[in-house]
């Protein structure tokens, strides 16, 4: 058997295993939720059975003993030529999805690549009869005919459509995208090229896999940046909660009680800074916890919390604690901000004060805890950014409710009679089994 034979036979197989190690990695890394990646994988896996086509044609290619040989240099040739058509397509399909991400795309060109595509496909189907575009001699030999030069002429049409798109939208691409997606127009020329002066040489299938490759690094580089720029914006988010459960106005009123007692009762004192503390940590705490926790510690800083605020406050707030289950779990922090948010807008502004209620109840769909207070309420039609209340602990308790245990908070409130927030934590998310 002819060494090249055997070389290009190799080649295809391990570009075609290349693919497929590609696929995996995808799979496993990213998974198929995202459209842009299960066009891409279509794109591996069809030219994976280019490859492996190719390679199974050249390894079978002057075998004349086993009959079977011609069967498979017939079937490695003809899904050889097909799937390199369904490539090109597959690629024009990728670059439509890339760049709708970033932009509107007119379908014109993908549909035109797909007509290009499918004129090659037809044109491989009616070769098998009349050898229009290469046949197999009895001594199981591949030679090209007359009409051979339309197989390469529509590739490089179908490769030309997908430059168009890629030079209309070229400003949507940042340096790395550019090169990657060029490749995949420069690299095929010049391998298709090669291919028909030098018979026998068929570097189209490097040039191919080359740049499925610089696009898996394009992809793998792009998906970094997300990560970090998510990561970014988590610390972000992390940061402005932490700042809205520890509001400045409740540090100063708290160190300010501090240092009263100091003078006044040194041990009550220190039981406040320990209190304090165990709050302080507890707030932390939250920016790393992502499991979630008993409602017993949940509880345990809500009192805290109410423990301290009541040295301000004295007998204008009162705490009624109304459990019928306390053996779930919840996102840390669900209920305690809630707490905070009553006092500080609810009763802080009302001279006689008034009562904050929670409640826990267990209903055949999971848990409702219900944080009520009788407090001055406020206008829920009112625009956000124009009154004087903070959202941000609010958004951020509905937020990690739904996303850590698929739960829910509704919030109701009146003017001068109240606010009311429910929470509701499915059995599933907050079993405590």
Same mark, same amino acid.
């Given at each position: 058997?002819?060494?090249?034979?055997?070389?290009?036979?190799?080649?295809?197989?391990?570009?075609?295993?290349?693919?497929?190690?590609?696929?995996?990695?995808?799979?496993?890394? /990213? =998974?198929?939720?995202?459209?842009?990646? @299960?066009?891409?994988?279509?794109?591996?896996?069809?030219?994976?059975?280019?490859?492996?086509?190719?390679?199974?044609?050249?390894?079978?290619?002057?075998?004349?003993?086993?009959?079977? *040989?011609?069967?498979?240099?017939?079937? =490695?040739?003809?899904?050889?030529?097909? *799937?390199?058509?369904?490539?090109?397509?597959?690629?024009?399909?990728?670059?439509?999805?890339? *760049?709708?991400?970033?932009?509107?795309?007119?379908?014109?060109?993908?549909?035109?690549?797909?007509?290009?595509?499918?004129?090659?496909?037809?044109?491989?189907?009616?070769?098998?009869?009349?050898?229009?575009?290469?046949?197999?001699?009895?001594?199981?030999?591949?030679?090209?005919?007359?009409?051979?030069?339309?197989?390469?002429?529509?590739?490089?049409?179908?490769?030309?459509?997908?430059?168009?798109?890629?030079?209309?939208?070229?400003?949507?691409?940042? @340096?790395?995208?550019?090169?990657?997606? %060029?490749?995949?127009?420069?690299?095929?020329?010049?391998?298709?090229?090669?291919?028909?002066?030098?018979?026998?040489?068929?570097?189209?299938?490097?040039?191919?896999?080359?740049?499925?490759?610089?696009?898996?690094?394009?992809? +793998? %580089?792009?998906?970094?940046?997300?990560?970090?720029?998510?990561?970014?914006?988590?610390? /972000?988010?992390?940061?402005?909660?932490?700042?809205?459960?520890? +509001?400045?106005?409740?540090?100063?009123?708290?160190?300010?009680?501090? #240092?009263?007692?100091?003078?006044?009762?040194?041990?009550?004192?220190?039981?406040?800074?320990?209190?304090?503390?165990?709050?302080?940590? /507890?707030?932390? !705490?939250?920016?790393? +916890?992502?499991?979630?926790?008993?409602?017993?510690?949940?509880?345990?800083?809500?009192?805290?919390?109410?423990?301290?605020?009541?040295?301000?406050?004295?007998?204008?707030?009162?705490?009624?604690?109304? *459990? #019928?289950?306390?053996?779930?779990?919840?996102?840390?922090?669900?209920?305690?901000?809630?707490?905070?948010?009553?006092?500080?807008?609810?009763?802080?502004?009302?001279?006689?004060?008034?009562?904050?209620?929670?409640?826990?109840?267990?209903?055949?769909?999971?848990?409702?805890?219900?944080?009520?207070?009788?407090?001055?309420?406020?206008?829920?039609?009112?625009?956000?950014?124009?009154?004087?209340?903070?959202?941000?602990?609010? /958004?951020?308790?509905?937020?990690?409710?739904?996303?850590?245990?698929?739960?829910?908070?509704?919030?109701?409130?009146?003017? !001068?009679?109240?606010?009311?927030?429910?929470?509701?934590?499915?059995?599933?998310?907050?079993?405590?089994?």
């Amino acid at each position: 058997m002819n060494t090249l034979f055997i070389a290009n036979a190799v080649t295809g197989l391990i570009c075609g295993i290349l693919c497929l190690i590609f696929v995996v990695c995808i799979l496993v890394s /990213e =998974g198929t939720k995202n459209k842009l990646n @299960r066009v891409f994988i279509t794109v591996l896996l069809f030219n994976a059975g280019f490859m492996l086509s190719d390679a199974l044609s050249f390894y079978s290619i002057g075998r004349t003993e086993p009959p079977y *040989f011609f069967i498979f240099n017939a079937i =490695g040739c003809f899904f050889s030529l097909v *799937f390199s058509y369904v490539v090109i397509f597959c690629f024009s399909n990728y670059i439509y999805h890339y *760049f709708s991400t970033k932009t509107t795309v007119v379908k014109i060109w993908r549909n035109l690549s797909f007509i290009i595509c499918t004129l090659g496909i037809f044109i491989a189907c009616i070769s098998l009869g009349n050898n229009m575009i290469y046949f197999i001699d009895e001594n199981n030999i591949y030679h090209r005919q007359g009409m051979f030069i339309f197989s390469p002429g529509l590739h490089i049409m179908g490769i030309l459509t997908n430059s168009i798109l890629i030079v209309k939208y070229r400003t949507y691409l940042n @340096r790395l995208e550019k090169f990657a997606l %060029a490749s995949y127009i420069i690299l095929p020329i010049v391998g298709i090229s090669i291919q028909m002066v030098f018979y026998g040489y068929v570097p189209i299938n490097i040039a191919s896999t080359m740049t499925l490759v610089f696009i898996y690094i394009s992809m +793998q %580089a792009q998906h970094g940046r997300i990560l970090k720029e998510k990561e970014v914006k988590i610390m /972000e988010s992390q940061i402005a909660i932490m700042l809205s459960q520890i +509001q400045p106005h409740f540090l100063y009123n708290t160190l300010t009680t501090i #240092e009263t007692f100091c003078y006044k009762d040194p041990e009550l004192a220190a039981k406040l800074v320990r209190d304090f503390s165990h709050y302080l940590r /507890e707030n932390m !705490d939250s920016l790393v +916890q992502k499991e979630l926790v008993n409602f017993d510690r949940e509880l345990e800083h809500i009192q805290i919390y109410v423990g301290i605020e009541k040295f301000r406050f004295g007998q204008r707030l009162n705490v009624v604690y109304d *459990f #019928e289950t306390k053996d779930f779990m919840l996102p840390i922090l669900t209920v305690q901000p809630l707490v905070e948010n009553a006092v500080r807008y609810g009763l802080n502004k009302k001279l006689s004060g008034g009562t904050v209620t929670i409640t826990t109840r267990r209903v055949p769909e999971g848990i409702k805890i219900i944080v009520a207070d009788d407090g001055i309420g406020f206008d829920l039609n009112k625009n956000k950014k124009n009154d004087d209340r903070s959202h941000v602990g609010i /958004e951020n308790v509905r937020e990690r409710l739904r996303a850590q245990c698929g739960g829910t908070l509704i919030v109701e409130s009146e003017k !001068d009679k109240g606010t009311i927030c429910s929470i509701f934590i499915p059995q599933e998310g907050g079993s405590n089994e």
